[in-house]
């Protein structure tokens, strides 16, 4: 199932498009769901989507590898995982001659990031498993798709039961690309003339590693034992 709502609106910041997605989402009727936030931009919006489906929270972290010359042109991605799963653009690497050494120091130098990003955020604790769970990758926009479409190659490899790709706003073509990926996109959002994720929200902020972690712990909170 392909779901996609197109309008062109703005959002007020990122909690509000996750309530809005989180509507969105909860259509789709998802059976054990778990949500996984790209961080840091998609953490608000995750927060919103979780809470709404009463699901837990988790992290799904990836490190773009951007061409030696040209760090803004990926080359390959890496996700955490155990063990970190590399995803190669082989057409780049080929052109750009990125060589094997070189494509080596970049992932050892992004996975102590990887690492050192996870024990920020979260500490000691364990990664939710994903197999045989409804897994809901969400961020607060898609630009190229480099980065997302690494982590959900790498979540299909964990075997999910069902994969579904929740964001607020990207461009048609790159949606239709990442739909074959997953079982089900949500995308609010596909402006026809895509320039900017932040040119989409009111409020776009640089968010700080504290705001990923009050949002981690809010959903937490929320599904205690007891909660209201």
Known sequence: MHLQQRHEARFVDRRAAGRELAQA??????????VLALPR??????????LALRAPL????????????????????????DPPRLVRNEEVIAAARVSTSALEKATEREHREITRRRTAY????VQI????????????????????????????????????????VAPAEIIAELAAVVDDVVCLATP????A?????????QLEDEEVTQGLAAVDAALR???A
């Open 197 to 205: 994720i932040g040119l989409h929200y009111q409020d776009f902020h």
């Open 25 to 34: 989402v909860a259509e789709l009727d998802l059976v054990n769901p778990i």
């Open 58 to 81: 988790d992290l799904i972290l990836v490190r773009k590898i951007g061409v030696p010359e040209q760090p803004e042109l990926a080359c390959a991605a890496l996700v955490e995982g």
């Open 129 to 168: 498993p994903v197999e045989g769970r409804t897994v809901i990758v969400v961020d607060d926009g898609i630009a190229t798709g480099t980065c997302i479409r690494a982590a959900l190659l790498a979540l299909r490899g964990r075997h999910p039961a069902r994969l579904v790709l929740a964001v607020p």
């Open 122 to 125: 979260l500490g000691n604790r």
């Open 41 to 50: 931009g998609g953490v608000p919006v995750a927060v919103e989507v979780a």
């Open 192 to 195: 026809s003339h895509f320039q």
């Open 225 to 227: 034992p007891g909660a």
